[in-house]
């Protein structure tokens, strides 16, 4: 008959692997988290800047000349980089852990890029 002892040191190796199972599992939990609170959070930027856009668009049907023109280039050019910025969330959707990170990099140099196309065509019509 063996011993309780000897028991516990035969049962480790399975308790070991389950114990790494579940802390693997909570990783991919927490990874999976934080990817759609960072996608949640690209998204709402992304509409803000799309319904400021729409705002200053009203503005933008009252200016003439130059300021229009300008208006019109920011604005075609947000269009432009929205639409990339859409295409690359979608993306991330369904991205690998190491893809998700250059897509993620992707998406905030896109947003960058939004934002001052967005301050580009407010200023044309200040």
């Known amino acids: 008959k063996p011993k309780k002892e000897e028991t516990k040191i035969a049962a480790a190796p399975e308790k070991v692997a389950k114990e790494k199972e579940d802390a693997i599992e909570d990783l991919r939990s927490y990874a ?4 759609q609170e960072y996608r949640e959070k690209a998204e709402a930027a992304l509409k803000s800047y799309e319904e400021g856009i ?4 009203a503005k933008a049907d009252k200016a003439s000349g130059e300021a229009k023109r300008k208006y019109d280039e ?13 295409e ?36 044309a019509l200040a």
């Not at 999976?32 to 990817?35: I, L, P, Y």
């Not at 729409?54 to 668009?57: C, N, Q």
């Not at 920011?74 to 859409?86: G, H, I, P, S, Y």
């Open 32 to 35: 999976n988290k934080k990817r």
């Open 74 to 86: 920011a604005v075609e050019a947000l269009r432009e980089k929205q639409k990339v910025l859409r």
């Open 88 to 123: 690359q969330l979608e993306e991330f959707k369904t991205a690998s852990a190491k893809a998700w990170e250059e897509i993620e990099k992707k998406i905030d140099t896109g947003l960058e890029e939004v934002k001052k196309l967005y301050e580009k065509a407010r200023s």
């Open 54 to 57: 729409d705002k200053l668009k």
